[in-house]
């Protein structure tokens, strides 16, 4: 097939035989002419939704250069901004929170929820949490800072499966479970066999995956064996849907939540397969987990019903009741804040409050994150920290099960390593875990890596904890993975050979769509 560049060369070397040369449009053929309008498309969208230079030159690049095949990347992978006329997500959001509002009278299912959050609403212990905090109001006033909770970290699926199996098994009215990737092994079977056995006894149990996630478990029809059990509801999250006008194989929901009966909960980084748990995998996946208990739980059930009823189009009514917004007791002392972020809304939440977090540090600010492929604001608020003299310190994987991932972060090694920031590489096994800490003020922990994906593609859960103790507790974890790696010293980095930092630089050029 030609290319516009190939018609017109070849236009200009024919030479002129009298009258007889050709007229120009015998020499376009049929598949120039749908290139060239394929390429207009993608421009089009590029130019209409603004976004970064960089990205959108690098998919004009590939649409042009790649015929048939770089438009169709563009439209799978390309367009992370939903279409004004296809924001179905967003609009289902306040849907589902007009719906709730309107269920907020004292005699109605949601006066609870209105209660809480009147009375249990807080500021920070801190100066600098309370400063912090209230820059997130306007941009989170759904989900308000709460006090009374307790959250407890669970490292590795050792930890966590066994309580999360525990409180499956001792539901009773409903179970809540969402995962980016759920596994068709032997931990994908204890889970689901798990859910299975209370929904046959009479629990309420809604599972959501990811079908890109868990693609393995999807073609290996693992969901299927569970289809026919009542009271087991399975949904699996897409963006692939031709009747809700979505295109998108690159929106993904990379949330991972647990609810109990509407009062214990759990949210992290661990996802439901082999991978994290040492009885199937030797060196299993190094996460963090975190069981939860308080009013928090509740704003965590709310952002699942939300999802759920995006998916599946249940009747809010059934799912805004009552029996799912039980009085939760204080479970600890604990002011926490659920940060919901995704592409279907103006703000990219978790990439404000990732550089909100930066700007603010006063002494310290430590990173732990698997995937370390960040915007230029988030490189620059980094730089600037440790040019004030904050203790900036990154832990990422020695090894990373990306690799293209990996070697774009270390392209970034340099400037950071310049401006004073320590950079960690922890060896094997591969680490995934996820935390941000903020002096001893502040606990950034959950779902959201430190990449384009996690900050500006995905759906993301992450809590804020204002809370010192629990502050240090995430810091004793990072100092472990900092013990179980090396730190990158600046001179014997720019000392690594010339292919390997051409590699780097290769793939930092894809940044924009990683």
Avoid at 224 to 244: E, S
Avoid at 481 to 510: D, Q, T
Wanted: charged letters at 20%; proline letters at 6%.
């Amino acid at each position: 097939m030609h290319t516009l560049p190939h018609i017109l060369l070849l236009s200009a070397a024919v030479p002129a035989a009298g009258n007889a040369q050709p007229p120009l449009w015998e020499w376009v053929s049929l598949g120039s002419l749908m290139h060239v309008a394929a390429f207009a498309l993608v421009a089009g969208h590029c130019l209409r939704h603004r976004r970064e230079p960089a990205s959108a030159l690098l998919w004009l690049n590939v649409a042009w250069f790649i015929p048939v095949a770089g438009p169709l990347l563009y439209l799978l992978f390309g367009i992370y901004r939903l279409p004004e006329k296809a924001k179905l997500k967003h609009r289902a959001d306040q849907q589902f929170a007009e719906e709730r509002r309107q269920r907020e009278e004292p005699s109605l299912s949601m006066a609870y929820w209105r209660a809480v959050h009147e009375s249990r609403s807080c500021e920070p212990p801190s100066e600098e949490g309370r400063l912090f905090n209230r820059s997130l109001d306007g941009m989170l006033e759904e989900y308000p800072l709460l006090a009374g909770n307790r959250v407890l970290p669970l490292v590795d699926g050792d930890e966590a499966y066994p309580p999360m199996l525990e409180a499956i098994r001792s539901a009773r009215h409903h179970i809540h479970l969402q995962s980016f990737i759920f596994g068709n092994d032997a931990v994908g079977r204890e889970f689901m066999e798990a859910l299975a056995e209370r929904a046959r006894a009479g629990v309420t149990v809604r599972l959501l995956y990811d079908r890109f996630g868990s693609t393995h478990a999807v073609w290996g029809r693992f969901f299927r064996r569970y289809r026919n059990i009542p009271n087991l509801k399975i949904a699996g999250w897409r963006q692939v849907n031709l009747l809700k006008a979505q295109f998108q194989l690159n929106l993904r929901n990379h949330r991972k939540v647990l609810i109990v009966d509407g009062v214990r909960a759990f949210t992290g980084g661990i996802n439901l397969h082999d991978g994290h748990h040492s009885a199937h995998t030797p060196e299993a996946i190094r996460d963090y987990h975190f069981e939860v208990g308080g009013p928090v739980v509740q704003e965590l059930q709310f952002s699942f019903l939300r999802d759920w009823s995006y998916m599946t189009d249940e009747e809010p009514g059934v799912l805004l009741q009552a029996a799912h917004f039980p009085a939760v007791p204080a479970a600890g002392t604990m002011p926490v804040r659920v940060i919901n972020s995704g592409p279907s809304v103006e703000q990219e939440a978790i990439n404000e409050v990732f550089f909100l977090a930066i700007i603010s540090a006063r002494r310290e600010l430590w990173i732990t994150t698997p995937y370390f492929v960040p915007g230029p604001d988030i490189m620059q608020a980094l730089r600037a920290a440790a040019r004030r003299g904050v203790d900036v310190r990154l832990t990422v994987p020695l090894a990373n099960n990306h690799a293209y991932a990996g070697l774009a972060g270390q392209a970034l090694y340099d400037d950071l390593l310049a401006c004073g920031v320590r950079i960690f590489e922890r060896a094997p096994p591969f680490m995934h875990a996820k935390a941000m800490i903020m002096d001893d003020t502040l606990a950034l922990v959950g779902t959201a890596n430190l990449d384009i994906r996690s900050l500006r593609l995905n759906y993301e859960t992450n809590l804020a904890v204002y809370d010192a103790a629990f502050v240090a507790e995430i810091r004793q974890l990072a100092l472990q993975e900092m013990a179980c790696g090396r730190e990158i010293n600046l001179a014997a980095w720019r000392a690594r050979p010339l292919r390997r930092k051409l590699l780097e630089n290769l793939c930092s050029l894809f940044t924009p769509i990683l």
